[in-house]
């Protein structure tokens, strides 16, 4: 099998959560050593673990990384972090801005150790600007960033996604960041300070309701549940079918007349109120209405193979169950159904980071809280067996 492309590359994780924690499962699968930090109670979601040493979270972002634990609150801990820097070449957080700083082991410190040290960190809102010290999550952030503004139904509240999109679109541009950075001190033997906002990365996903307030003079749209934000794309919703619901979008006036054929309907193609985009918009209550009176009488598997043999973009809407054992994701290996102790068999991801002709390492069950920390100590830093057990009395690990 082919080398992984981070194969060699050492990191220092100290992810919390989500966003962090992510970035640091995509560079495990990419093949590198990733090292997970914890302090010695564990890390928020590895507490929130009852039957376990990790809840489902946990596992899913944390699976292929080796676990320590450092108390970075005493001289010894923090000692011990800039010694390890020295021998890595990652290090990343996602703590609240200022924290390693706090402790005498943020990015300023710890590139003096190691001039060559990538030092990356996650915040809600980067390192600069008024908002930097302010604290961010997800909820937050889809609030600061205008989401919740166009999430829901029209004269609803603002609503949040409950998928927490804003911590992994973070966790991914770090990610990114991480690996340019890489790639920039094979040119230059230099290292780099990464600071990726989650305000930032968040912004371009709202590039359709921007385009409609901007196409409006300046005016904002009305939340709109399932249809487009700017009402100008039709049919573009949710619709009821026998036994649940799909979604439908047509994004061009072939796709019109292809699901007009799926339907059987293509008289509604030549039909006036529906003859173009703009008067399929002006119309979208009576369209709609049209096709869920065609996706009532029919199955969710029936419309989907109907839209895929006439070339309409549909998508039946997955409950969980469904989600976990998704037919094709089991066949790309993208999931993998593994045992859990405590949760039973359970779902768990591989990279979406593909390369032709090399499978990502295989997903392995989350290591117990500072299962590693004596054999990377000694490995990593040089530590004996006294001093390691020195540090354990110390409670700095």
Not at 55 to 71: D, M, R
Not at 143 to 167: N, Q, Y
Request: aromatic letters at 6%; charged letters at 20%; one cysteine or more.
């Amino acid at each position: 099998m082919t080398e992984q492309p981070l194969a060699g590359v050492t990191v220092l994780d100290f992810g919390q959560v989500y966003n962090g924690p992510y970035c640091g499962f995509l560079l495990a699968q990419a093949g590198a050593r990733v090292i997970k930090v914890e302090s010695l109670i564990g890390e928020t979601l590895r507490a929130r673990g009852t039957t376990s040493p990790s809840s489902y979270a946990f596992a899913l972002l944390n699976s292929g990384k080796e676990c320590i634990t450092i108390n970075i609150r005493s001289e010894d801990g923090q000692a011990l972090v800039k010694r390890l820097a020295r021998e890595v070449d990652v290090v990343f957080e996602n703590f609240a801005p200022g924290t390693m700083a706090k402790y005498g082991i943020g990015a300023q410190a710890l590139r003096a150790e190691n001039p060559a040290l990538i030092y990356a960190s996650s915040t809600g809102y980067g390192s600069t600007g008024p908002h930097r010290d302010y604290l961010g999550m997800d909820i937050t952030l889809q609030a600061m960033t205008g989401v919740m503004s166009i999430t829901g139904e029209e004269g609803g509240p603002p609503l949040k996604s409950v998928a927490a999109f804003a911590d992994f679109i973070a966790g991914t541009h770090l990610y990114g960041a991480i690996v340019t950075a890489l790639l920039g001190r094979e040119r230059t033997g230099e290292g780099a300070t990464v600071d990726v906002s989650m305000q930032d990365c968040v912004f371009p996903t709202l590039a359709t309701a921007l385009g409609s307030y901007y196409a409006a003079g300046g005016v904002q749209p009305r939340r709109g549940g399932n249809r487009h934000p700017g009402r100008a794309l039709a049919p573009y919703n949710v619709y009821e079918a026998a036994d649940g619901h799909v979604a439908i979008i047509c994004i061009r006036e072939g796709h019109w007349r292809k699901l007009c054929a799926a339907m059987d309907r293509e008289d509604l193609a030549e039909d006036a109120r529906f003859a173009r985009m703009s008067d399929r918009c002006a119309n979208m209550d009576e369209l709609d209405a049209l096709v869920n009176d065609w996706a009532r009488g029919l199955a969710k598997a029936e419309i989907f193979a109907l839209a895929q043999k006439h070339g309409v973009i549909c998508a039946p809407v997955q409950n969980l169950h469904d989600v976990v054992h998704d037919e094709h994701m089991l066949a790309r290996g993208s999931l993998a159904l593994r045992p859990h102790d405590g949760l039973g068999e359970i779902a768990q991801c591989h990279t979406p980071i593909r390369f032709r002709d090399m499978d990502p390492p295989p997903i392995e069950d989350v290591r117990w809280l500072g299962e590693d920390t004596e054999r990377v100590l000694g490995e990593l830093a040089g530590l004996s067996a006294e001093e390691i057990g020195r540090l354990r009395d110390a409670e700095a690990i």
